[in-house]
């Protein structure tokens, strides 16, 4: 069974860096194709941020691209994501998945989540 | 990109139909057979219910179906049960630059 777990800082100040660790169990993520991460402002709807291949290869967010990058650390088994110059619009919980299908963001199984707070 | 338009609630009482629309472009819903539909509870994780218009993962079960006219994909959930009560939202692929988009989420209520 495959599990994911979010972790990180729950407070960034503003102009800071989100840094995010997603370790995963149960299946190395080399033997998946795509990785994603997708966050949920308090109260709002669900946006993509963008997701890696098991090759490396990322894609991301295009309002996002310029301060977004996700990595993978196949040692450790788990992905990561980094943004840069937060600001209080970057406040969501954050989650990690992994794409079950093609042209699917996300499939069956997700982290529970990690709510980041954007706040001096 | 703006995200995908989906009406804010919807409702049906128990054993009745609901259906719920996502209304996007010709460069996304329209332009691609990739519209996957997610169920989230208060408090949880979403999960994927639907995706390539209409098929359905392992486990799902077969009172949720998917289709897709023009720029509107659809979710309809038959014989409405108190466990479907939670908020649904559409996401598209929408091309190579894009990638996806989200619908804007539809609180689904059982009367």
């Known amino acids: 069974q495959v599990q994911l777990q979010e972790s990180g800082p729950g407070l960034v100040k503003p102009s800071g860096t989100l840094s995010l660790t997603c370790a995963v169990s149960?299946?190395?993520?080399?033997?998946?194709?795509?990785w994603t991460w997708i966050r949920q402002p308090p109260g709002k709807g669900l946006q993509w941020v963008g997701e890696?291949?098991?090759?490396?290869?990322?894609n991301y967010n295009p309002s996002l691209r310029s301060r977004v990058t996700i990595s993978s650390d196949i040692s450790n088994n788990q992905v990561s994501l980094r943004l840069t110059s937060v600001t209080a619009a970057d406040t969501a919980v954050y989650y990690c998945t992994k794409a079950d299908f093609f042209f699917s963001p996300a499939g069956g199984s997700w982290g529970q989540g990690t709510l980041v707070t954007v706040s001096s | 990109q703006s995200a995908l338009t989906q009406p804010p609630s919807a409702s049906g009482s128990p054993g009745q139909s609901v259906t719920i629309s996502c209304t996007g472009t010709?460069?996304?819903?329209?332009?691609?057979?990739?519209v996957s539909w997610y169920q989230q509870h208060p408090g949880k994780a979403p999960k994927l219910i639907i995706y390539?218009?209409?098929k359905r993962p392992s486990g799902v079960p077969g009172r949720f179906s998917g289709s897709k006219s023009g720029n509107t994909a659809s979710l309809t959930v038959s014989g409405l049960q108190a466990e479907d009560e939670a908020d649904y939202y559409c996401c598209s692929y929408a091309g190579p630059n894009i990638l996806y988009v989200f619908g804007t989420g539809t609180k689904v209520t059982v009367l």
């Open positions: 390539d218009v209409f």
């Open positions: 890696i291949h098991q090759t490396g290869r990322t």
């Open positions: 149960g299946v190395s993520i080399s033997s998946f194709e795509w």
């Open positions: 010709s460069s996304d819903v329209g332009g691609y057979h990739y």
